[in-house]
């Protein structure tokens, strides 16, 4: 099942809950004078991941107050279970049933056990 759930203060916010993994390179391309490009990455990709929620106005708050305190959340989706912070947060207009839609962006932790 679905579920957007927030570690730091053990609630669980939304199960309508899509997900998609993504990263960010770091890299330098440069032009050799014999013509080719010379691309160097720097450091590891990071990785990231784009998650499209609908919550109630409760749930909105929850999001709100994770984003403010950088909560560790939880992303359980069919195809795996992912761990990371908010860096970013957008809702949409208000749907209906009292509805929003968020997008928010995820950086992902790694959980040491």
């Known amino acids: ?6 570690i730091d203060t053990n609630i669980n916010i939304t199960t309508f809950v ?7 390179l770091i ?7 014999s013509g080719e490009v010379y691309i160097q990455r720097i450091g590891e990709p990071t ?5 499209v ?5 409760a749930g909105k708050a929850q999001l709100m107050d994770a984003e403010d ?18 860096t970013e947060l957008k809702f949409s207009e208000r749907m209906a049933g ?10 992902k932790e790694e959980l040491t056990t």
């Open 27 to 33: 890299r330098t391309e440069q032009k050799l004078l």
């Open 18 to 24: 899509s997900l998609e993994v993504g990263q960010e």
């Open 47 to 51: 990785v990231y991941y784009n998650v």
């Open 69 to 86: 305190t950088i909560a560790l959340l939880k992303v359980i989706v069919q195809h795996g279970t992912y761990y990371g912070r908010i």
């Open 98 to 107: 009292d509805r929003f839609e968020a997008t928010l962006t995820l950086v």
């Open 53 to 57: 929620v609908y919550v109630d106005r």
């Open 1 to 6: 099942m679905p579920l957007l759930h927030n």
